[in-house]
Each structure stands twice: as structure tokens, then as C-alpha cells.
């Protein structure tokens, strides 16, 4: 019965979505080429796969309107991470742990078993009490649809764990045992609880895997734990401290007892639109993260998810970025190299100078490009480089200000689209560095702007018109020289 209801819902919403798609895609704030739902709200990135010769993209999906309500699994793969299929929504609400008008199917992950595809993940629900999160089994022969295990839930939260603090199931397998990180809180203070299994349906706890002693908020959202070389990594994102939306810890991990023994922090972007990233294992061996490309509504600097929802949706990823360990086990976030496939119109200049007379930049249509350069640091004497980006004759614009002399990378939209508010920061850290490497991505609403080896990386959304479409560069207090400018335009994926 369980399952002949999750079918019914599935088809009530593919009726939805069929009746509203044609419309929504022709939205003026669609995306080119990031990845975005058909119809409706999108937020976290949940079971991403590669499994059976595809690329599996499961996602947070409210079917029905452009709000967070009322939690699907949506479906999609590709065979080059660029260009995705939608396929039938995987988990819909149905169940008394999971059916519930403002909860469903909460984020996950994914696991292959002896050939199967398991999901797992946080079923919320509401019965008078407050809002219970548990977690969940589902099941697939095929990769397509899916099956909930009749002994759900599987696991229940544990004493001293609020129940409705205890989500986001991050599963994998090691020698034979799987084993599953889970996002908690505790006396007021975020946790990555370990849990493991023989057979993914009867689970045991194992231990604390890291927790915060006061410096990473009272909850651990989409906690996500590999390993990368000889090191391991917690992603996580912490509510409830300040701006910060995705961050890292790199260190040592030990099997046998279950614990985490971190010695670098750091923050996997800047912007004010990354959280809750996922990763996964390419089949060549990349570890890839992707990301959701907003914030939530508790952020100090929120204002509010963008005008996308008058257009029947909202939401979509930023671009999925390979993660490297750098010698000092810090990280690198680098944008896949699949991307350049959508690649067109290519311009370059090996070389030229940037004074207080701001020069016009040529990227694509200046709305949808991808645009690279160097800074040579040994000729530059400048006290600040701006890079002024989506402008238009009305003033509009996003300024991107790299602040040579206070060490500071900042991005402003406060006066980008007449919607958007906020400036995001990072340090410049330029000690001893002859070159300072730029990479920007900008889509319809967005852009991802990466700077100093893929190591201080800015995602902000941004709901510019085409009218807004001119890129200026100028140096201020000096003169600044460019090396190895290229720029390209890029390919439409999803219009």
C-alpha cells in the first residue's frame, strides 16, 4: 500500500510539471548551463552518483511552486556532468514518518549494493509534537524507482539529540561495511554523529565523529566525510555561526575507532549563495563537490531567495568543482574541467596595462561567459584592481574589488539588479605570489568568481537583465598589468 501511495504522489506532481514546464523554461531568469529543476524549488544537492555508466543528480524538490514546502527527490543524469535528463522523481512523501505538508523526503545520499541503488535519508514529519526526523531506506534495482524499505525508519535520534535536529545522512562503504555520517546538535552545539552497518538496513552507532566546541554553531547541516590521499575531509554547514554557509575540515581518521582529528579549517566559498555541498567519486578518480546555489532565510545577510519565484521556480547548483589537497592540506574547489565543452567565441591578449581609464572587456554576450586572466604582481603597482561586471547604462552593476594594499577580495551587488543586497569578503592573501590567477563564470543569475588557485572562491546570485551585459576593468592607484586574458562564451544547456 505504502508503495502504490508514493506512486500516486510521484504522478500528481509529473502532472504538475508537465503542465507548467514549457512555461517556466522560457523564464527570463532560467540559467544556461547550471543545473536547475524544471519546475518549482530546488535547494540541497542529495545522493550525487556515478553509477551504472551515469552521472546521478538527486535534489531537494518542491514540485509544485517556486517555495521551500513540502520535500520531493527530484531525479536527473548526465553522461558529462553538463547535459542532464530529467528522469521520474525518486522519493515523494507518502508515509507517517515522512508525509507531512512542511516536511517529506529531507536531504540524503546514495550508496551502490550488491548492484542495487540505496538511498538514504531524513524523513520529517509532524504529529502534534513537533517536527521528528528519522532516517530512511530506499531501494532501487534499475536506478529509476525506487522502493521504501518496510522497517523504516532505520535509525531514530539518539539521547540528548533534539528530534528535530537530527538530519541529512551522508552514506558510504569502506572494507566491506558501510558506514554513514549525520548532521546533529547537541547541548546547543553542532555534531557529526557515525554511524555503520553490514547490510545498509540495521545500523549501529559508532561514535562522535568531530563536534563543535562552541566555534561551529549548534548544528551541523549536510555533513559529507571522505577521504583525499592521506588525509580525510568533513564538509559541513554550520547554523547558527554568523555568515558563515559551507566550510572544511582536513585531518586524520581512525577505523577502528571511529574518530576525527582535524588540524586545518577552511571555507569552501566566500559568496552568499553556497551551501550545503555534496560530493562524490568520478569514475577517473575526482573527487567532485556541488553545491546549492542559495542561503536560508536565518543568514545574517539574507534577504530573501531572489524574484525567480514569480516565474513558477527557484533554485539550482553551482557548478560542480573538483576538490584537491593542497601540501599544507588546505583545499582547492576548481570548476570541472567538463565545462569547457560549452566553450565558444574564444578571445585572448597575452598582455596589456590597466590604469584609471577603465577599459572595456569583450566575454561571450557579456551575460552567459566564462573569463580567465593573471595578474603580474611583480609589475603591478597599483593599490586596487575593480572589475566591474554585468553593467548597463542605467549604472547597474556588480563590482568585484581586489584590494592589493589591504589584502582584500570583496564582491558587491548592492546595486547589481535593484533586488539583490550584500557585499562578501575574503582575504587576499598576496605574500611572496609573482601571480594572482582569475576565473569567473557568470550565468543568467549568477556568478561564480575564483581567484588565487581555486582556494578563495565568491558565488553570488545576481537577476540582471540582458541589457546588463558589459564587462570594465580599471586599476586605481597605480597601474595594474594583465597576462594570458582569455574569454569565451558559453553554450546553452537547459533553455
Same mark, same amino acid.
Given at each position: ?8 504522489? $510521484? ?14 523554461? !522560457? ?18 544537492? +542529495? ?25 520531493? &527527490? ?12 530529467? @528522469? ?12 507531512h505538508?512542511? #516536511?517529506?523526503?529531507?536531504? #540524503? ?7 542495487k ?17 528519522t ?6 534495482e ?9 522497517? !523504516? ?25 558501510y ?7 547537541? +547541548? %546547543? ?48 554547514s554550520?547554523?547558527g ?21 582535524w588540524?586545518v579549517?577552511? *571555507?569552501?566559498?566566500?559568496?552568499m ?22 542561503? &536560508?532565510?536565518?543568514?545574517?545577510? &539574507? ?9 513558477? &521556480?527557484? #533554485? ?5 568543482? *573538483? ?17 569547457? $565543452? ?14 584609471? +581609464? ?11 561567459? *566564462?573569463?580567465?586572466? %593573471?595578474?603580474?604582481?611583480e ?8 572589475? !566591474? ?6 549604472? %547597474? %552593476?556588480?563590482?568585484?574589488? @581586489?584590494?592589493?594594499r ?18 562578501s ?5 598576496l605574500k ?23 582556494? +578563495? !572562491? ?38
Amino acid at each position: 500500500m505504502s508503495r502504490e501511495l508514493m506512486l500516486e504522489n $510521484i504522478k500528481r506532481a509529473h502532472r504538475v510539471i508537465e503542465e507548467k514546464k514549457d512555461m517556466i523554461k !522560457n523564464g527570463k531568469m532560467r540559467q544556461h548551463y547550471h543545473f536547475m529543476p524544471q519546475t518549482g524549488w530546488l535547494n540541497d544537492p +542529495n545522493g550525487l552518483i556515478y553509477y551504472k555508466g551515469k552521472y546521478h543528480y538527486f535534489y531537494q524538490l518542491n514540485p509544485y511552486y517556486g517555495q521551500w514546502d513540502y520535500m520531493h &527527490w527530484g531525479h536527473a543524469v548526465s553522461e558529462d556532468l553538463i547535459h542532464w535528463q530529467y @528522469l521520474p522523481l525518486a522519493l515523494a512523501p507518502s508515509e507517517k514518518y515522512d508525509d507531512h505538508i512542511r #516536511g517529506g523526503c529531507f536531504s #540524503g545520499s546514495a550508496v551502490e549494493c550488491d548492484g542495487k541503488l540505496f538511498l538514504m535519508y531524513t524523513g520529517t514529519s509532524n504529529h502534534g509534537s513537533g517536527y521528528e526526523q528519522t532516517q530512511c531506506i530506499a531501494s532501487s534495482e534499475d536506478g529509476i524507482q525506487f522502493t521504501k524499505y518496510e522497517g !523504516n525508519p532505520v535509525i531514530l535520534p539518539p539521547d540528548g539529540v533534539p528530534a528535530d535536529l537530527f538530519r541529512d545522512p551522508k552514506v558510504w562503504k569502506h572494507d566491506g561495511i558501510y558506514y554513514m555520517v549525520c548532521g546533529a546538535s547537541r +547541548n %546547543k552545539r553542532g555534531q557529526a554523529l557515525l554511524y555503520r552497518s553490514q547490510d545498509m538496513y540495521h545500523w549501529e552507532f559508532f561514535n562522535v565523529l568531530a563536534e563543535s566546541r562552541g566555534e561551529w554553531g549548534y548544528m551541523w547541516e549536510c555533513p559529507d566525510f571522505y577521504q583525499l590521499e592521506d588525509k580525510y575531509v568533513l564538509m559541513f554547514s554550520p547554523m547558527g555561526e554568523s555568515d558563515r554557509k559551507a566550510v572544511y575540515l582536513t585531518g586524520d581518521f581512525d577505523y577502528d575507532t571511529g574518530k576525527f582529528d582535524w588540524q586545518v579549517s577552511g *571555507e569552501i566559498d566566500w559568496g552568499m549563495d553556497y551551501y550545503a555541498p555534496q560530493s562524490f567519486l568520478a569514475p577517473d578518480g575526482r573527487r567532485i563537490a556541488v553545491g546549492w546555489a542559495n542561503e &536560508w532565510p536565518w543568514m545574517p545577510f &539574507w534577504k530573501d531567495w531572489g524574484p525567480t519565484y514569480t516565474e513558477g &521556480w527557484c #533554485g539550482f547548483f553551482n557548478l560542480p568543482r *573538483e576538490v584537491r589537497l593542497m601540501p599544507d592540506s588546505t583545499l582547492q574547489f576548481i570548476p570541472v574541467k567538463e565545462l569547457e $565543452i560549452l566553450r565558444k567565441d574564444s578571445r585572448t591578449m597575452d598582455s596589456f596595462t590597466v590604469d584609471s +581609464n577603465a577599459v572595456e572587456l569583450t566575454a561571450g554576450d557579456g551575460v552567459s561567459f *566564462e573569463l580567465k586572466m %593573471k595578474i603580474d604582481m611583480e609589475q603591478t603597482d597599483a593599490d586596487q584592481l575593480e572589475l !566591474n561586471l554585468r553593467c548597463g547604462e542605467d549604472g %547597474k %552593476k556588480i563590482i568585484c574589488t @581586489l584590494d592589493f594594499r589591504k589584502a582584500l577580495l570583496q564582491v558587491d551587488r548592492n546595486n547589481s539588479d535593484g533586488w539583490s543586497e550584500g557585499i562578501s569578503k575574503s582575504v587576499l592573501f598576496l605574500k611572496e605570489k609573482k601571480q594572482l590567477d582569475i576565473h569567473i563564470f557568470s550565468d543568467q543569475s549568477s556568478i561564480e568568481i575564483f581567484t588565487d588557485h581555486y582556494q +578563495n !572562491n565568491h558565488a553570488n546570485n545576481v537577476f540582471s537583465d540582458n541589457i546588463h551585459n558589459q564587462i570594465w576593468i580599471r586599476a586605481l592607484g597605480g597601474k595594474a598589468i594583465i597576462r594570458e586574458y582569455e574569454s569565451y562564451g558559453l553554450r546553452e544547456c537547459f533553455r
